[in-house]
């Protein structure tokens, strides 16, 4: 599984903001500004069904699904957007959906949330808590949870579909919603791409593309930053092949699990010799999966690697690194090159780019909602090793206008008690404590309609 996104994130945030105990306060405070005409027309629109919202999204949260298998929550997606007059497509890189609504000449602009849940067992004990115990396609069975707020973005973008199609009057264009598979793993967006998102499935290339994600900081808060967000990332399989045997007798046989120690000792070299050590790289070992008894010895090792990087030259020094090391110890251990270790690249993404001029279009809109102060900047706000593939449905296109930006969801009374007891943060995403204020549903739903409002105004 892909881990600790935003538990990076969340902590970065609260070294460079000590005091959102003091934001959330100014968060209450900031709520009886007065609105401009048009928010208070999509305040009222939210208002009239938030109720309802949030319990389509404690009813995602109770029923979470892993990547690619979320055929439930599409399901339910495809049906809202039907409703709404979209025009559907489903089954988009397997679960993968798809909604357009014509609305006129104008840019075509893309919201995308995230579907997929995590395997964490879940233990806020909210009475819509998950009790899901799913088996994984190796056989394995696996508590799942929604602890990364996803079922938060999907719930986000209905609402946004209701708003949008009600407020028809007041934008021109394309909209196009996507619900995305799979991003755990950093596949999905991939996927529905590679299964024909623009080809076979004929939805518009967007002029711009949007996307939000849920962050353990005060609700009201937001960060949109301009520029690099997040790392680039590469999952990697190993296998170490060996010739297995008798415990008692190593000679006779070639032990892939010394192999996988070797190597794993050596890969972290690479980044501290080889890297430029004032850039940030990372190479994490995140699993090793060999044998199961004491006395045997197996005839094979997975090592499951995880590269974080800025520049693409130090991925290649990196990938290269980790190949030149397995191919110094099949000859270190006396093995035929036919016994190479198998290398598989899987899930990757690169560094997450947020457009400049896109970027400021989000501020305006984010800024009729919220106090300017309450909108976290690149100035306030660096890069982190955490990585996304929201980008991917675009990265490839002619155009890749993005922007993807970050919502405070902590419940201001857990965030400030939270700091009284000297934590930063009352939870991280991915741990089986994480929780969506669910005030953060209209909240979200609002900020991302002011957002979209915006963008389709500024042409
Ligand atoms: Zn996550
Ligand atoms: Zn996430």
Redesign the pocket.
Known sequence: MYKC??LLLSVITMLAFPSFSQSASAVRKAKKDSPVALTQEIAQVVAKDSQQMIEVFKDLHANPELGFMETRTAGIVAKELKAFGFEVKEGIGITGVAGILRNGPGPVVMYRA?MDCNSVKETTGLPYASTKIVRKKDGSETPVMHA???DAHTTWLMGVARVMVQMKSKWQGTLVMIAQPA?EPILGAEAMVKDGLYTKHAVPEPDYLLGM?TAPIPLGLLVAAKGVRMAGTDQIDVTFKGIGGHGSSPQVTKDPIVMAAAAIMQYQVIVSRAIDPQKAAVLTVGSVQSGSDNNVIPSTALVKINLRWFDENDRKLMVDGIRRINEGIVKAYNLPDSMMPSMVMKGWSYPLNNSDTLTSWVVDGLRTIVPDKNIIREDRFPAVMGSEDFHHLVVHNTKKNYCYINIGTANLELFDAAVKAGKQVPFN?HNGDYQVDPNAIPFGIRAASAALLEVFKQR
């Open positions: 996104r935003f995230d990364c707020g996803h991003e994600h995403s």
